[in-house]
């Protein structure tokens, strides 16, 4: 069917008049789902997502991604954090409300120090969340672990499996990654509550809002289908990639001010430069199934390949 037949059936799925739709347009930015956007005659909009045919390539921790972005929003909303709203969630589609606002763009100085503050707030409210277990909620790796260490060890294993699979390019062999990142696995005995991570917080994903005479505000945090139960710690690779966290001042103050601890001692250390290592395997990996093209894919090696050397080298 086409994107307008589906979507009416969608809407009637979730008790909205299918007749309503007066727009439906894709949105740019998604990777991995469809996203479309839908307007209903009385001016209300919705954001609907469809995943990929059950043959398409990915990866292996990307199977059921909507059950996961859905079980997000609704974590969201139990903190008041500001996110879309679940209206209808199936096997093949998710529909949901749309937040204001724009993806983060250029601030000045001023409007920068504000939001990465409040950005702060919201995470550690986030983060505030416990779940039932650890690990991908979507059940792609199997069912949520016990003990953080299984579960994150897992996906791990998981994305470096996913790279011999597609005989993905990486700046040192897949076997070699996995026995330089065993010396940290230590430190993630340390983590024993599962909390909310929703781990892509770079700025396509939080959403500013502007209104005339007003300071801008944060209007959203969308995308959450890459969230799972485990280390808040995890968060702040996103939150600063390709880059140090640590540097980020404002962000860490609004964070610690909402009454969330950000520690950085020798095991904090270990296992922030695991989970830089997992993100930046997914990005070197990622794009063979996304088939990438080649100057896209240049400048992906080009900036992510050091970051993964210099979190691996961490564990030396």
């Given at each position: 069917?086409?994107?307008?037949?589906?979507?009416r059936?969608?809407?009637?799925?979730?008790?909205?008049?299918?007749d309503g739709?007066?727009?439906?347009?894709?949105?740019?930015?998604?990777?991995?789902?469809?996203?479309?956007?839908?307007?209903?005659?009385?001016?209300?909009?919705?954001?609907?997502?469809?995943p990929?045919?059950?043959?398409?390539?990915?990866?292996?921790?990307?199977r059921?991604?909507?059950r996961?972005?859905?079980?997000?929003?609704?974590?969201?909303?139990t903190?008041?954090?500001?996110a879309?709203?679940?209206?209808?969630?199936?096997?093949?589609?998710l529909?949901?409300?749309?937040?204001?606002?724009?993806?983060?763009?250029?601030?000045?100085?001023?409007?920068?120090v504000?939001?990465?503050?409040?950005?702060?707030?919201?995470?550690?409210?986030?983060?505030?969340?416990?779940?039932?277990?650890?690990?991908?909620?979507?059940?792609?790796?199997?069912?949520?672990?016990?003990?953080?260490?299984?579960?994150?060890?897992?996906?791990?294993?998981?994305?470096?499996?996913?790279?011999?699979?597609?005989?993905a390019?990486?700046?040192?062999?897949?076997?070699?990654?996995?026995?330089?990142?065993?010396?940290?696995?230590?430190?993630?005995d340390?983590?024993t509550?599962?909390?909310?991570v929703?781990?892509?917080?770079?700025r396509?994903?939080?959403?500013?809002?502007?209104?005339?005479?007003?300071?801008?505000?944060?209007?959203?945090?969308?995308?959450?289908e890459?969230?799972?139960?485990?280390?808040?710690l995890?968060?702040?690779?996103?939150?600063?990639?390709?880059?140090?966290?640590?540097?980020?001042?404002?962000?860490?103050?609004?964070?610690?001010?909402?009454?969330?601890?950000?520690?950085?001692?020798?095991?904090?250390?270990?296992?922030?430069?695991?989970?830089?290592?997992?993100?930046?395997?997914?990005?070197?990996?990622?794009?063979?199934?996304?088939?990438?093209?080649?100057?896209?894919?240049?400048?992906?090696?080009?900036?992510?390949?050091?970051?993964?050397l210099?979190?691996?080298?961490?564990f030396?």
């Open positions: 069917m086409d994107s307008w037949e589906r979507a059936r969608v809407l009637d799925t979730a008790g909205l008049p299918p739709l007066v727009d439906c347009r894709a949105l740019s930015g998604g990777t991995y789902n469809t996203v479309e956007e839908l307007r209903l005659t009385d001016g209300t909009r919705y954001v609907l997502k469809i990929p045919s059950a043959d398409a390539d990915g990866m292996t921790h990307e059921n991604l909507l996961s972005e859905a079980e997000f929003y609704r974590a969201a909303a903190v008041g954090v500001p879309p709203e679940v209206v209808t969630a199936g096997e093949h589609h529909l949901m409300t749309r937040c204001p606002g724009t993806p983060w763009g250029d601030l000045d100085p001023g409007e920068q504000v939001l990465r503050g409040e950005l702060g707030h919201l995470v550690a409210r986030l983060h505030s969340v416990t779940g039932p277990g650890f690990g991908y909620p979507s059940g792609a790796l199997g069912p949520l672990a016990p003990d953080w260490r299984t579960a994150f060890t897992t996906m791990y294993d998981a994305v470096l499996d996913d790279a011999r699979r597609y005989d390019w990486l700046p040192r062999p897949a076997d070699e990654v996995a026995r330089t990142a065993k010396a940290a696995y230590d430190a993630l340390q983590v509550v599962p909390r909310l929703h781990f892509d917080l770079w396509g994903n939080i959403l500013v809002e502007r209104s005339d005479g007003t300071a801008p505000r944060i209007g959203g945090l969308i995308d959450g890459r969230m799972f139960w485990g280390d808040p995890a968060d702040f690779v996103s939150l600063a990639l390709l880059a140090d966290i640590k540097q980020d001042v404002d962000f860490l103050t609004g964070y610690q001010e909402a009454g969330d601890r950000a520690e950085f001692d020798f095991s904090a250390r270990q296992r922030l430069a695991l989970y830089r290592s997992y993100l930046y395997l997914i990005m070197l990996v990622e794009t063979v199934p996304r088939a990438t093209g080649a100057e896209q894919l240049a400048r992906v090696r080009e900036a992510v390949a050091p970051e993964l210099a979190a691996l080298d961490e030396r």
